[in-house]
């Protein structure tokens, strides 16, 4: 079975460029979420999804970032007006959605790699 | 804020040597969960403890999670190449997990 993708795998855009990264979670998982990584760094959560509606999104660093996903489906993280700082490891994951959170696994994507010139 | 800090930030050991690595936090956690993630690739979940106390072994590695459920520990006996990578805890909230700031280990032959 197919695992969770991302795409693009990388991404390199010119500062003040709007860029739209891709997530396909596996089938059948409820909830889906977005990470970003900074080199060599541990992950900062930015928001999360339960089926298509996002119950937090404090961690979106700014109004520049937003997210939505359709159904249980595809999710798409949009950064607008890219700055340097945003380059970095974008990651999703996507589990079952079962609750306690303990009993829940992520899987998660390899990641989309964005540098911002 | 929930945090979680791990330690040590990088480690470089020779195979077969032992090796553990912290994680802590102020806060209590329900659950802790260890991951690695290797170059390129999403991280990887190593275990969850569930339980104050609790210790879990997975072939060469152990797990432990604090009485209080603030800390836990990961533990490596024999460490091989394969080990090398980047090991992240990670404590549940409500609906999700906060990542510790990770623990970069490299093991050379």
């Known amino acids: 079975g197919a695992g969770v993708s991302q795409s693009p795998s990388n991404k390199v855009t010119e500062k003040g460029k709007d860029v739209e990264l891709r997530c396909d979670p596996i089938s059948g998982h409820t909830a889906l979420y977005w990470y970003r990584q900074r080199l060599g760094q541990g992950l900062e959560f930015l928001i999360y999804?339960?089926?298509?509606?996002?119950?937090?999104k404090s961690g979106l660093p700014s109004d520049r970032f937003s997210a939505e996903r359709t159904g249980e489906s595809v999710s798409t993280l949009t950064i607008q007006r890219t700055q340097q700082e945003d380059s970095a490891v974008y990651l999703c994951a996507s589990s079952l959605g079962l609750a306690p959170l303990s009993t829940d696994t992520q899987y998660f994507g390899p990641g989309t790699r964005l540098t911002v010139l | 804020t929930q945090l979680l800090e791990q330690s040590p930030q990088f480690l470089s050991i020779q195979e077969g040597e032992n090796l553990t690595v912290y994680c802590n936090s102020s806060s209590v956690f329900s659950s802790l969960q260890w991951y690695r993630q290797e170059p390129g690739e999403g991280p990887v979940l190593l275990v969850t403890?569930?339980?104050?106390?609790e210790v879990k072994k997975l072939k060469r590695l152990t797990f432990q999670f604090g009485d209080a459920r603030k800390d836990s520990s990961l533990h490596i006996t024999a460490a091989q190449t394969g080990d090398t990578g980047l090991y992240l805890c990670a404590g549940s909230g409500t609906y999700k997990y906060i990542f510790g700031t990770g623990t970069r280990l490299k093991v050379l032959a």
């Open positions: 999804f339960q089926g298509n509606s996002a119950p937090d």
């Open positions: 403890v569930v339980t104050g106390g």
